[in-house]
């Protein structure tokens, strides 16, 4: 970070802090959340974590979590409040404030101090202090490194540790995606040495699906599945109807897209799910094309390299018929993507 010092003067006194972070929060966002979280309220701060909604069961097990203020449950007057009312707030694992919804615009407008934790491509200008860097596997990566930047490694709990490591072990695909480096290693030991349960937190991550979910998985890939070897793509179209027919929960379809780029000779993965106030989309691919300027081009997305979303106001029906109609134009870059990959 930049004005590293300032920083440290700036959090050495207590202060009113929230943090918030995307709407829909997956483990690194949580984690990475909870995590700083945490730390914060260890150096005697009055931290509160504000989330713009709901997230997956799956991730409720970290410390920390029964505090978390769901923005739209009920929560908007009070989280408003404690927004206007910060000395300090941190924006993590995302990139510009209309990833936190209804929420960026109380953000936007507070006189708050604001400091951006994040690894996303072309972050908003909008932050006084910015800890961001694509080359982190993970916010909570990242996390992690200003801790001990800051000479604070010491107030890493078992609790602080676990969230973290749910962060990278998630963001990096369990260490398979390309995202994982050396430093994510050398951080995720470090974070077992200071008590972090690897096997606990797979568990409780991958390993804690209802009955419902699993249904709905071999629904998905056996009815929904559909491949188009010319373009090396792979995906799956969801009704809000089929949602509704496996009584679908937040977090249920997470990893759903990683199935179909599983597949061999599959570079491009989708899925495209009605959510009834909108078609939501995620992509996925390997090698060098980027999904990150696919979404930014024609579904209103963003993310990363190999792993983005977007979103579409069409019907489900049309928004399938665009993107399909749009893998002519790519046909040449899937190719010489699978080229390069193999």
Request: glycine share 6%.
């Amino acid at each position: 970070m930049q004005n590293l010092e300032a920083f440290k003067s700036l959090i050495s006194t207590p202060k009113k802090v929230v943090i918030t972070t995307h709407h829909k929060p997956d483990a690194d966002a949580l984690g990475s959340s909870l995590g700083l979280a945490g730390f914060l309220k260890k150096k005697g701060h009055e931290v509160s974590v504000i989330a713009p909604t709901d997230y997956a069961n799956f991730l409720t097990w970290m410390h920390g979590n029964d505090e978390v203020i769901i923005y739209n449950e009920g929560n908007e007057e009070k989280s408003a409040e404690l927004v206007e009312e910060a000395d300090i707030i941190f924006c993590l694992d995302f990139s510009s404030l209309k990833r936190i919804n209804e929420l960026g615009e109380e953000v936007g407008k507070s006189k708050a101090v604001k400091v951006l934790i994040d690894h996303h491509l072309e972050p908003e200008d909008f932050a006084d202090y910015v800890h961001w860097s694509t080359d982190a596997a993970a916010t909570a990566e990242l996390v992690y490194d200003l801790i001990c930047e800051m000479g604070e490694k010491s107030l890493i709990d078992k609790n602080i540790a676990e969230s973290l490591y749910a962060g990278i072990m998630t963001d990096t695909g369990s260490f398979k995606h390309p995202n994982t480096s050396k430093n994510v290693f050398m951080v995720c030991a470090q974070l077992v040495e200071i008590g972090a349960d690897t096997s606990k937190v797979s568990k409780l991550v991958y390993d804690t699906n209802s009955i419902d979910r699993v249904k709905f998985l071999g629904y998905a890939l056996n009815e929904k599945l559909k491949v188009i070897k010319e373009y090396h793509t792979a995906y799956f179209a969801i009704s809000a109807d089929e949602l509704k027919q496996f009584h679908s929960k937040t977090g249920d379809t997470e990893g759903l897209v990683n199935y179909a780029l599983s597949i061999e000779g599959i570079k491009f993965a989708a899925v495209i799910i009605d959510r009834t106030e909108a078609v939501k989309m995620s992509f996925r691919s390997v090698g060098d094309f980027s999904v990150n300027e696919f979404a930014r081009a024609h579904f209103s997305g963003g993310g990363h390299k190999n792993a983005a979303g977007g979103i579409s106001h069409e019907t489900l029906d049309k928004t399938v018929t665009k993107f399909e109609d749009l893998l002519e134009k790519y046909k040449a870059e899937l190719t010489s993507a699978v080229k390069a990959f193999v």
